[in-house]
Each structure stands twice: as C-alpha cells, then as structure tokens.
C-alpha cells in the first residue's frame, strides 16, 4: 500500500513569514494523485488541491504553492507572508489507481501575530 | 454541494457493547471510506469501498468491519468496542480519483 510522510510535526512561524510544509510519498503506481488538505479548529477537513502524477507543473494559488517533484517522491507546499488564519492542521494525502486514499500524520501549523 | 453525513456527533458506549456509525452522501460517488483521527497519527484507513457491497481493507481495520449495502450508505460497525477504540471517525466520499468529501466525524467514547 502507498505511504505518506509528514515529517514535520509542528510548525511555529510569526506572521508574514513564508513556510514551506513537507511530503514524501512511497507508491509502486505509475498512475497516482497527491492532495492536500487543511483542518482548521473547527474540525472540518478542507480541500486545497489535487494533482495527478503526470502533471509535474508547480502551481501557485494566491499565497500558496505547490511543489512537486517526482525524482524526490515529494510534493511540498509552501504558504506565502502567513497568516494567523493560517493555522490549522495541514494534510498530504495520495490515492492510487484504485481510488483508496492515505493520509499522512499532518503538520500542526501555528501562525503568531 | 456533496454532503456526506454521519448519523451521530457524539457517541459514548460501553466497553463490549456493538457500535454502528453510519455515515450517507448525496452525490453518488463511487469510492467511502472510514478513517479514525488520533492526534500526532494522521488520519488512518480503516476501510475503503469502490463499489456496492465491494470493500477493501485499509491500514488497520482489525476489530472493525463494514457494510455497503446501497450506494449511497457506508456502516462501520465495531463488534465489541474496547477502550482502545475511543477515537474521532470520519467518514468520506468520492468520485473517482478527485477530491474526498468528508463528514462532520464522530466522536466515540468507549468506557
């Protein structure tokens, strides 16, 4: 089964400054999407993007970006001058083929004023 | 908007007593699953199902099972809850390979 490793346990920055959240990921699929997901303190789980294995192009969504590197298994994310309401629990996740999708163990992100 | 519902926010039970958590979507997504959140462990896979009455087991689905008898309707079923099992459940759905809609999760307490 696919692997997802969020090293990073926790994260404490002061707003403004840019972070950088990593993943790595182990499958044995050619075929296989990467997310990632925010949970604020309120609990719900929040989509923020999808990629698929063939689409090695970053991508950058007003203060976010994503970095994804095949020849290092890892797709990174990196917000931008941080906000305080940027703090929250921030998931990797990968799905194979198959559909069944893996998370890792999250980076808990705090933002200080 | 996809909603996927779990029919409880709460729940408290008894250790050895038999737990049903069910959880419905309203978009006819192919793929549910049921994940358990424990802090510092992510969210764990306990059962994933691709199809009616088709599932798959996750990373750790020992003491659970799960039944999928319509589309639209994923049961995680504890067989006799134990300490242990004291977690939050969250439920999800998707299509295909795109993005998993999640429910508002369940918070089980097993005494």
């Known amino acids: 089964a696919q692997k997802v490793t969020q090293a990073q346990t926790e994260i404490s920055v002061v707003e403004k400054e840019d972070v950088t959240l990593d993943c790595v990921y182990e499958t044995r699929d050619t075929t296989y999407y990467l997310f990632w997901y925010k949970q604020p303190p309120s609990g719900e789980l929040v989509f923020l993007i999808r990629?698929?294995?063939?689409?090695?192009q970053n991508e950058i969504s007003g203060r976010y970006s994503w970095n994804f590197q095949k020849s290092t298994s890892s797709f990174n994310f990196t917000i931008t001058a941080s906000q305080v309401v940027d703090s929250a629990v921030y998931f990797c996740?990968?799905?194979?083929?198959?559909?069944?999708?893996?998370f890792g163990a999250g980076t808990r992100l705090t933002v200080k004023p | 908007d996809v909603k996927v519902t779990q029919s409880s926010r709460y729940l408290v039970k008894r250790t050895g007593e038999k737990v049903f958590l069910e959880c419905v979507q309203d978009?006819?997504?192919?793929?549910m699953f049921w994940y358990r959140q424990d802090p510092g462990l992510g969210l764990r896979l306990i059962y994933f199902s691709y199809d009616v009455k088709m599932k798959e087991k996750g990373d750790i689905p020992e003491g659970y099972s799960v039944s999928r008898e319509k589309k639209e309707r994923f049961s995680l079923i504890l067989e006799s809850a134990s300490t242990n099992q004291t977690s939050m459940y969250l439920c999800a759905s998707s299509l295909d390979n795109t993005e998993a809609f999640f429910g508002q999760g369940t918070r089980l307490t097993v005494v």
């Open positions: 990629r698929n294995s063939f689409d090695e």
């Open positions: 978009m006819d997504h192919e793929n």
């Open positions: 996740a990968l799905s194979e083929i198959s559909g069944d999708m893996r």
